[in-house]
């Protein structure tokens, strides 16, 4: 078993900044991708920001410049920092990892979501 666990979310002013936590737990032998997604009602789960192993990354266009995303291996834990945060970036945001196994198995785990709401 493996939990996702988010931290972070809340209420946010136009131009402000949040930073969104996830800590990982469980059985795994490694975690391989960690990333963040965002939904809105009537609109499909987006990618915001993903980041590999090697600690590269990618961002959905929309948030580039302003997001980074960020992984601290020895605690297990991805971060989203988020700057100059506009409304359209209001939504639930979602915590995702890829977990390896030594068998070769890989699970995908999501964290149950946490609300960020930017309004003025």
């Known amino acids: 078993q493996v939990q996702l666990v988010e931290s972070g979310g809340g209420l946010v002013q136009p131009w402000g900044s949040l930073r969104l936590s996830c800590a990982a737990s469980?059985?795994?032998?490694?975690?391989?991708?960690m990333g963040w997604y965002r939904q809105v009602p009537d609109k499909l789960r987006e990618l915001v920001a993903v980041?590999?192993?090697?600690?590269?990354?990618n961002y959905v266009d929309s948030v580039k410049g302003r997001f980074t995303i960020s992984r601290d291996n020895a605690k297990n834990t991805v971060y989203l920092q988020m700057n100059d945060l506009k409304p359209e970036d209001t939504g639930v945001y979602y915590c995702?990892?890829?977990?390896?196994?030594?068998?070769?198995?890989?699970?995908?785990?999501w964290g149950q979501g946490t609300q960020v709401t930017v309004s003025s």
């Open positions: 995702n990892a890829e977990f390896g196994y030594r068998s070769g198995s890989v699970l995908i785990s």
């Open positions: 469980g059985n795994f032998f490694s975690i391989n991708t």
């Open positions: 980041i590999n192993s090697d600690d590269s990354s």
